[in-house]
């Protein structure tokens, strides 16, 4: 079992920065895989970014890629997600997941435990 609790969205201009993270509980989260995912009003759940257990390996949506970055410290059972150069576009509430195992890691389905969620709202 895994807890996933998120922190540090707010209200930024655009072309400002924030960074979110995503704390989690249990001695197990070095063996999941990570990943961020977003929602806006009125739309369905997007992919943002994913990190493997190990952080050897990441990924981005179109979307943010270049001003987006995923990172994790296992030590601290904390992953992470750096963004910059923030558009109107990306506010939204802010999710982490975690999953053990599975397939194509940009299916929100595919994770197995969620937090709660961080709002992001950038302002142009």
């Known amino acids: 079992q895994v807890q996933l609790v998120e922190s540090g969205g707010g209200l930024v201009q655009a072309g400002g920065s924030l960074r979110l993270s995503c704390a989690a509980s249990g001695r197990t989260f070095s063996t999941y895989a990570m990943g961020w995912f977003r929602q806006a009003p009125g739309k369905e759940r997007e992919f943002v970014a994913f990190?493997?257990?190990?952080?050897?390996?990441?990924d981005y949506a179109d979307s943010v890629k270049g001003r987006f970055t995923i990172s994790r410290d296992n030590r601290e059972n904390t992953a992470y997600l750096q963004m910059n150069s923030l558009k109107a576009e990306d506010t939204a509430v802010y999710y982490c997941a975690a999953r053990y195992s599975g397939s194509n890691y940009m299916y929100a389905v595919s994770y197995d435990y969620w937090g709660q969620g961080t709002q992001v709202t950038v302002s142009s």
């Open positions: 990190i493997s257990w190990s952080g050897g390996s990441t």
